[in-house]
T-cell receptor, first 113, second 114 residues
Framework: QKEVEQDPGPLSVPEGAIVSLNCTYSNSAFQYFMWYRQYSRKGPELLMYTYSSGNKEDGRFTAQVDKSSKYISLFIRDSQPSDSATYLCAMSAANQAGTALIFGKGTTLSVSS | ETGVTQTPRHLVMGMTNKKSLKCEQHLGHNAMYWYKQSAKKPLELMFVYSLEERVENNSVPSRFSPECPNSSHLFLHLHTLQPEDSALYLC?????????????FGSGTRLTVV
């Protein structure tokens, strides 16, 4: 079993839709959970960060972590064409410099106007 | 441009060539990373440097050779590559205590091996 599983999509939705992106993982030592957004021909940029279990909201974005199920989600409300990108989940067990992030494959999202 | 600059943006090289990728960070971070991104695969960690010392070499073939002369610069030296090495090579940096949420990526070097 891969450490982090993420459905690569592609996922196509109309503007204004609610989008749900998900990852599952196998390593129970993971404590730090992130979502990165990557536009075409760009490097990934941090979108959301959560420590341990719980929810975090930032504008139209909500990140959820369920450590008991080893499952994380990213919800996008009122999706916009500018949200079209690849979304990568990432996680790590520690927070020191030099700690490697383990990534999912990424889900490609297309929001049509 | 972000706080992490990668050059060149695109590189085409033959299998017998030697080339180098350069990464520079202007953020005062003390850890730097090389990742490989291939289509339909997760980002693969290649090398980690913390305080200019290599702390992880993730079973990368010896045709890839990293160099970290100081905390702001990171190089990836390439020689006798194979076509399957064609990918986007991403550099990132982070600060101690922010290993998770503190990653800043460059825009990458798109490498094509012919």
């Amino acid at each position: 079993q891969k450490e982090v599983e993420q459905d690569p999509g592609p996922l196509s939705v109309p503007e204004g839709a609610i989008v749900s992106l998900n990852c599952t993982y196998s390593n129970s030592a993971f404590q730090y959970f992130m979502w990165y957004r990557q536009y075409s021909r760009k490097g990934p940029e941090l979108l959301m960060y959560t420590y341990s279990s719980g929810n975090k909201e930032d504008g139209r974005f909500t990140a959820q972590v369920d450590k008991s199920s080893k499952y994380i989600s990213l919800f996008i409300r009122d999706s916009q064409p500018s949200d079209s990108a690849t979304y990568l989940c990432a996680m790590s067990a520690a927070n020191q410099a030099g700690t490697a992030l383990i990534f999912g494959k990424g889900t490609t999202l297309s929001v049509s106007s | 441009e972000t706080g992490v600059t990668q050059t060149p943006r695109h590189l085409v090289m033959g299998m017998t060539n030697k080339k180098s990728l350069k990464c520079e960070q202007h953020l005062g971070h003390n850890a730097m990373y090389w990742y490989k991104q291939s289509a339909k695969k997760p980002l693969e960690l290649m090398f980690v440097y913390s305080l200019e010392e290599r702390v992880e070499n993730n079973s990368v073939p010896s045709r890839f050779s990293p160099e970290c002369p100081n905390s702001s610069h990171l190089f990836l030296h390439l020689h006798t590559l194979q076509p399957e090495d064609s990918a986007l090579y991403l550099c990132a940096s982070s600060q101690d205590g922010q290993g998770g949420y503190g990653y800043t990526f460059g825009s990458g070097t798109r490498l094509t091996v012919v």
